[in-house]
């Protein structure tokens, strides 16, 4: 189902069939346990740093941040959740915004959330281990679109990601700052 999705997308933004292919080779889940906590306050926002994310969520807790404000998402039923990373923000040319998200706890009750992500790596096994590039694609960019990052390796980008991730608060910026243009 993601790589249909992801597949959808390229196509809407008109990427060359199997574009993701070179950037994605690896799909990973975890599953959060959020205990019961008396002070929400505490919840810390971030977008995630990977293409796609697709999340199931028992009860009440994620936020996303519109308009600089905290907005609830309620669960639905068998649906999931689909957020879009920092480098599908990077590779759309900021088309596709990745979402600033949080969950906040709850002081009766756990939660517990299915996260799968699809990633791109440090380097592709297929291709010799060859350090995987990520840009704005050059079908979205044009004269009057001109692009908005620099291409970087993918690996440099997920440690000043964690970094960034492990700074004490408040952090300043987000973590795509370093390759704008
Ligand atoms: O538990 C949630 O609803 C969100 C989890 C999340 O943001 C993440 O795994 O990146
Ligand atoms: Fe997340």
Redesign the pocket.
Known sequence: MGFKILNMIGEGLGLPEGYFDKVSQEQYM?I?L?PQCPDPSLAMG?A?PNII?F?Q?DQY??QIQKDGKWMGVDPIPNAF?V?LGYTLEIISNEKLKSVE?R?VTNSSAA?T?I?TFFSSSPTLPVENEVPVIIQPAKEVVTWSNPPVFTSFQYKDFVARYLAFMCKPRPRVGIPLDPYRL
Do not use: E, I
């Open positions: 975890a959060h959020y971030h995630d994310t999340l969520q807790g994620l959740v957020n998200h969950v939660r959330s996260a």
